[in-house]
């Protein structure tokens, strides 16, 4: 039997370690993000987000309908901390099970204190206006680092495609 699918906002209250199945509409995928094999999936109700590093996928699975944005979909995985962010490691390409809404992006505003002041916003959509600080970095992969000075004087730290990073 299939097992059903934790929510998104369900799986990020389960213990790091833990093998999860879960369904999310995917708000980035594959080559929009730092990694090549990293995506997010945001909760449609909730709004809360997780990254999934899977195998790549050109934009399709191997049996089915192509991973876009907007799609819902299930996947399973090991629950990790990964580069201080809360990561499904697929154990297989997820299956697109029907569509979705991505709920719109949240406006970014000045974090709680502290070192996890951002993760309320981690994999989730935002819109968020700055100015670039400093130059861009390179990171492996091809992608670019970028800080992000808010109106606040918080900085962000973007990682982003080099193609996105562009635009």
């Not at 206006?129 to 730290?157: C, F, K, N």
Request: proline share 7%; charged share 15%; hydrophobic share 45%.
């Amino acid at each position: 039997p299939i097992p059903t699918p934790l929510s998104v906002s369900a799986a990020r209250e389960v213990a790091i370690g833990t093998r999860v199945y879960v369904s999310g509409v995917v708000v980035a995928v594959q080559g929009e993000l730092a990694e090549g094999e990293l995506l997010a999936l945001q909760d449609p109700v909730s709004g809360a987000g997780i990254f999934v590093l899977a195998p790549l996928m050109s934009g399709a699975t191997a049996s089915g309908p192509p991973i876009i944005r907007g799609s819902l979909v299930a996947v399973e995985g090991l629950l990790t901390l990964r580069r201080q962010t809360l990561t499904i490691v697929a154990s297989s390409a997820p299956r697109v099970t029907g569509t979705g809404t991505a709920l719109p992006p949240l406006t970014v505003q000045r974090p709680v204190a502290g070192a996890w002041g951002w993760e309320a916003w981690e994999g989730r959509r935002v819109r968020v206006s700055g100015t670039i600080a400093g130059s861009p970095q390179s990171l492996s992969g091809g992608a670019v680092s970028l800080r992000l000075r808010l109106a606040s004087g918080d900085e962000l730290l973007l990682g982003l495609t080099e193609s996105v990073a562009a635009v």
